[in-house]
């Protein structure tokens, strides 16, 4: 009945308005009223239209600017995906470049291989490599980098290879003092750090020494790079000093690694 009511009231302002036209003159009495009584009104329907004009101009920018707020934010993880894979690649690069210019100063033949896996248990300090016996790597290898010694190879299979790495407890390598050639025996002790076994007290060794391989033990060649001295301890009682090192492989990122082949296996390989 309102909208009937209002439908109405439009219609006769409209045709007072009609009749209204015919006079030019604007003290026609009709026209006056429809006038004063349809204004109000067009004034109401305009600013409606106007304002739901600005609600749906509004609408539409947010929408757009949405739209384009997300291909800004897709453009921006495109490129940071971009700039990642970059860094990672000029970081592989480094160091493949470090194992190449060991490689090349080494007398030895190497074989490269990746880290592809660690052994999950606490005890045991061990990784597994992607070269096997079909790439001519053996039980008992020496795995080494350019900073230094990594481990040995103690399992095999056709394609992998489980290396124990220089910090298991299980690990022992024969080396010396670099500065006073004093002899013992590395071995892991924990997660950053290995013991300098069996030195003697009278034994010149102090902290900051270079330890490096003796190339006694048949495993490792003589002069690789073990790490560097921490502590020194000469208790009172005991033949022995306690040695602490810190190895120079930082064995949290280990990724690509080389395993040293014997030099018998080099000689046959080059024919001499």
């Known amino acids: 009945m309102v909208i009937l009511g209002v439908i109405i009231f439009i219609a006769a302002n409209i045709f007072f308005l009609t009749v209204s036209s015919r ?6 009495l009709p026209y006056r009223i429809s006038l004063s009584l349809v204004a109000p009104l067009q004034e ?16 539409f920018y947010l929408v757009t600017a949405a739209k384009e707020n997300k291909q800004i934010k897709k453009a921006l993880a495109d490129a940071e995906a971009k700039l990642n894979q970059y860094e990672e690649l000029t970081l592989a ?5 470090r194992l190449l210019d060991f490689k090349k100063a080494t007398p030895r033949e190497v074989i490269a291989a990746e880290v592809i896996s660690r052994d999950p248990s606490p005890w045991f300090k061990t990784v597994v490599i992607n070269k096997g016996k079909n790439n001519g790597v053996e039980k008992g290898y020496p795995v080494v980098m350019s900073e230094g010694i990594v481990g040995q190879i103690i399992e095999i299979s056709n394609s992998y290879a ?3 790495l220089l910090i298991d407890r299980n690990s022992a390598v024969d080396g010396v003092v670099q500065r006073s050639r004093a002899r013992g025996v590395v071995k892991g002790a924990a997660e950053t750090q290995c013991m300098f076994e069996y030195l003697l007290r009278k034994h010149d060794v102090h902290v900051g020494d270079m330890i490096v391989t003796s190339g006694l033990d048949g495993v490792y060649p003589k002069g690789l790079s073990i790490g560097k001295v921490v502590t020194v301890d000469r208790p009172h009682a005991g033949i022995f000093q306690q040695v602490s090192v810190a190895p120079f492989v930082d064995f949290e990122k280990l990724e690509e690694v080389v395993v040293m082949l014997p030099p018998l296996m080099q000689d046959m390989e080059t024919g001499r």
């Open 44 to 59: 109401i329907v305009i600013r409606w239209i106007r304002f739901n004009e600005n609600i749906w101009n509004h609408y």
């Open 93 to 97: 690069n480094q160091r493949l470049r």
């Open 162 to 164: 489980k290396v124990l």
């Open 23 to 28: 006079n030019r003159t604007s003290s026609f």
